[in-house]
């Protein structure tokens, strides 16, 4: 035994043995008064490592978990796809859902308003005379539910460019499919009629693309024969 401390009547002492007690003798006889027991660290610092380990991965799942609740701006649309149990996708607006990891992903889709140019010519009216309508076309991704799950199908991942481009062509189809029913006259004369009947073939088509028309600009009316600048 080795001797720790013993100024006074007694002297603390370390022990050989394998428990790694500390025995108490008093200086006047050789038998222990008491034994202090040392703790065994060999049961604690497992314990202590396990439950470090435990706070971080609790941590980090909570963590995660935060990342995957999305919330919606009110100028975007959420587009969950994947296994949504809703159809192809799952189109929020507006609000926020918990995007499931491994199972879902998700993509956003702008609301705010792009604008058309449409420079229509030799566009054939009833009576086979050619005309010219310079157009402007404002429309946007729509939010309402069932034409946005269009935009969704159709949209999803497209810039705005290939966005106006698929919408330019589907307006001057219909644009062209009108002018076709209409005389020069009734399209010089009544021009607030043709406008609206651009307006409803152009929006009944871009509704199937997940577009809603927001204005319809005719810019000008012309034709070939000079009928409607004389």
């Excluded at 002297?11 to 428990?19: H, I, K, L, Q, Y």
């Amino acid at each position: 035994r080795a001797k720790i401390s013993g100024d006074g009547e007694y002297a603390a002492v370390g022990s050989e043995s394998n428990d790694g007690a500390t025995f108490l003798f008093s200086k006047k006889s050789d038998q222990p008064v008491w034994k202090f027991s040392m703790p065994d660290r060999s049961s604690a610092s497992p314990n202590a490592v396990l439950g470090v380990i435990t706070a971080v991965l609790l941590i980090t799942l909570f963590i995660t978990l935060a990342k995957r609740y999305k919330r919606c701006p009110s100028n975007k649309i959420l587009v969950i796809y994947g296994k949504t149990n809703s159809g192809a996708s799952k189109c929020i607006h507006g609000g926020a859902a918990f995007v499931w990891p491994l199972f879902q992903a998700y993509d956003y889709l702008d609301l705010e308003p792009f604008v058309v140019p449409i420079d229509l010519s030799n566009a054939l009216s009833q009576e086979n005379i050619r005309v010219s309508v310079p157009t402007t076309v404002t429309a946007a991704i729509s939010n309402q539910t069932g034409i946005m799950q269009n935009a969704a199908i159709r949209l999803l991942g497209q810039s705005t460019q290939q966005i106006q481009t698929q919408a330019q062509d589907i307006i001057i189809g219909q644009m062209r499919a009108v002018i076709a029913t209409m005389k020069i006259e009734d399209i010089n004369r009544d021009r607030q009629s043709f406008m609206a009947k651009v307006n409803d073939a152009v929006a009944v088509e871009l509704e199937k693309i997940g577009l809603s028309v927001i204005n319809v600009n005719i810019r000008d009316i012309d034709d070939e024969s000079g009928y409607i600048k004389a």
